[in-house]
């Protein structure tokens, strides 16, 4: 499982401390394993994030989900960024579709101890749905850096009260698994919940507009 990531270039890559911790690897996910993760992404017609366990993946997504629960990962990420994560509640999230309102500017809940955002998407050739980490929290062009969201690029940060991040509006496919080391299995368990509700929403909501473009 260890295969499908690249531990090594994110022991590489520089941590940047300023305005708040983050990095950006460009290459998480070893190049020989794109074509299978590619093919067993979650299919996921509506937006929104669904916990991992509602959707259902190919063979190589699921061994990606389970190399990211190792502690090998975990140790790797306490390294990087100077904290304890092992025995920390991870929670995995998955994003296919993004539409108009996403993309606003925000920092990530209090629950939330590092944030961890891994692209899976082909060449990114759209101004819009390129993250972006900022310098406050009134202005997507003041930004630190801009980040397309490619196959294997990884965005990491740990929460703060000024991780201020988001990317102009996109709408379309835009595939990442999301995971975070939580402060607690009840902080975990309740956000779980809340995508899953929100998911079940957008899921009806977008149900008769599938159904009509097909009449």
Same mark, same amino acid.
């Given at each position: 499982?260890?295969?499908?990531?690249?531990?090594?270039?994110?022991?590489?890559?520089?941590?940047?401390?300023?305005?708040?911790?983050?990095?950006?690897?460009?290459?998480?996910?070893?190049? $020989?394993?794109? =074509? @299978?993760?590619?093919? /067993?992404?979650?299919? #996921?017609?509506?937006? !929104? %994030?669904?916990?991992?366990?509602?959707?259902?993946?190919?063979?190589?997504?699921?061994?990606?989900?389970?190399?990211?629960?190792? $502690?090998?990962? =975990? @140790?790797?990420?306490? /390294?990087?960024?100077? #904290?304890?994560?092992? !025995? %920390?509640?991870?929670?995995?999230?998955?994003?296919?579709?993004?539409?108009?309102?996403?993309?606003?500017?925000?920092?990530?809940? $209090?629950?939330?101890?590092?944030?961890?955002?891994?692209?899976?998407?082909?060449?990114?050739?759209?101004?819009?749905?390129?993250?972006?980490?900022?310098?406050?929290?009134?202005?997507?062009?003041?930004?630190?850096?801009?980040?397309?969201?490619?196959?294997?690029?990884?965005?990491?940060?740990?929460?703060?009260?000024?991780?201020?991040?988001?990317?102009?509006?996109?709408?379309?496919?835009?595939?990442?698994?999301?995971?975070?080391?939580?402060?607690?299995?009840?902080?975990?368990?309740?956000?779980?919940?809340?995508?899953?509700?929100?998911?079940?929403?957008?899921?009806?909501?977008?149900?008769?507009?599938?159904?009509?473009?097909?009449?």
């Amino acid at each position: 499982m260890m295969t499908l990531l690249n531990l090594e270039s994110l022991a590489r890559t520089e941590l940047i401390r300023a305005p708040f911790d983050h990095m950006v690897v460009p290459d998480f996910i070893r190049p $020989e394993a794109k =074509a @299978a993760l590619s093919r /067993d992404f979650p299919a #996921i017609p509506y937006p !929104g %994030l669904l916990p991992v366990e509602a959707t259902h993946p190919g063979a190589s997504f699921a061994a990606l989900i389970a190399a990211l629960q190792t $502690e090998q990962v =975990a @140790a790797a990420f306490a /390294d990087k960024f100077g #904290i304890a994560l092992s !025995g %920390l509640p991870m929670m995995i999230t998955v994003r296919g579709q993004c539409d108009a309102r996403d993309g606003r500017i925000h920092t990530d809940s $209090e629950t939330k101890i590092v944030t961890c955002l891994l692209y899976l998407n082909e060449a990114w050739d759209a101004a819009g749905g390129r993250l972006r980490l900022l310098r406050g929290p009134d202005d997507l062009n003041d930004m630190i850096t801009e980040v397309p969201p490619n196959f294997g690029t990884l965005v990491a940060f740990r929460r703060s009260v000024n991780s201020w991040h988001g990317h102009e509006p996109f709408v379309g496919p835009r595939r990442y698994v999301m995971f975070n080391w939580m402060a607690t299995s009840f902080a975990a368990r309740k956000e779980i919940l809340k995508h899953r509700l929100s998911a079940v929403v957008k899921r009806h909501l977008t149900q008769p507009l599938r159904e009509a473009a097909h009449v």
